[in-house]
C-alpha cells in the first residue's frame, strides 16, 4: 500500500465516530480499557490483608505499555487502540504517560511491601490500604480524566519522593 493510501486509511480509521464506536474518547485519542490493568489489580490488593494468598495473584503484576498491554488484550479494536494512541495529541499522550508513569511507581512499592511484610501484619495492611487509597485510587481516577479530556495537573499525583520510587520500579522491572 501507498504511503498515501495508508495515510487515508488511517485518517478514515481515526474518525471520531468510528474511535466512539470503539469506546476510544475521540478527541483524546484515548481508551479507558487501558486503565483495566490498574483496577482489576487493585481489587485484588484491597483483599491481600485479609485473604493473603491472593498476593501470589498480585506478584504476577507488572507494568504494561499502553502498546503492549492493547496487544496481548482481547479488546475488539485493539489495533486502532494503539494506532489512535499514536495519533493522540502529544501533550495529552505525554500526561497520561506520566499518570502511568506515577500509578507504576506506586504499584511497584505496593509489590515490594508485600514482598517484604507480611500483608496480615496491621502495619503493612493499613500502609498497603493507603498506597491503595491515597496513590493508586486518584491516580487512576486522574488517568480517566486524561483519556476523558479532563485537565490535571499531573505533579499533584506523586509525593516528594518520586524518584526513588521510580528507581524501585527499574528495579522491580527491569
Not at 502495619?123 to 493508586?136: K, M, P, Q, S
Not at 480524566?145 to 509525593?159: C, T, Y
Not at 524518584?163 to 520500579?169: D, L, T
Request: with cysteine.
Amino acid at each position: 500500500m501507498a504511503r498515501a493510501d495508508h495515510d487515508a486509511a488511517l485518517a478514515d480509521r481515526l474518525r471520531p465516530d468510528v474511535l466512539a464506536a470503539a469506546n476510544i474518547n475521540p478527541n483524546t485519542r484515548l481508551a479507558t480499557d487501558y486503565l483495566n490493568h490498574f483496577n482489576n489489580v487493585v481489587m485484588l490488593l484491597e483483599l491481600v490483608p485479609d485473604m493473603p494468598d491472593m498476593a501470589e495473584d498480585v506478584r504476577g503484576w507488572a507494568p504494561a505499555t499502553y502498546e503492549d498491554y492493547f496487544r496481548g488484550s482481547h479488546f475488539r479494536e485493539r489495533d486502532l487502540a494503539i494506532a489512535a494512541y499514536h495519533a493522540a495529541d502529544p501533550t495529552v499522550r505525554g500526561d497520561f504517560d506520566a499518570a502511568v508513569t506515577h500509578l507504576d511507581c506506586a504499584m511497584a512499592e505496593a509489590l515490594q511491601l508485600i514482598e517484604q511484610g507480611d500483608p496480615t501484619d496491621p502495619a503493612v495492611a493499613h500502609r498497603l490500604r493507603d498506597i491503595v487509597n491515597d496513590r493508586l485510587k486518584p491516580g487512576i481516577a486522574a488517568a480517566g480524566g486524561i483519556v476523558n479530556g479532563a485537565p490535571i495537573v499531573v505533579s499533584a499525583l506523586h509525593e516528594a519522593g518520586e524518584s526513588e520510587a521510580q528507581a524501585a520500579v527499574d528495579e522491580l522491572f527491569p
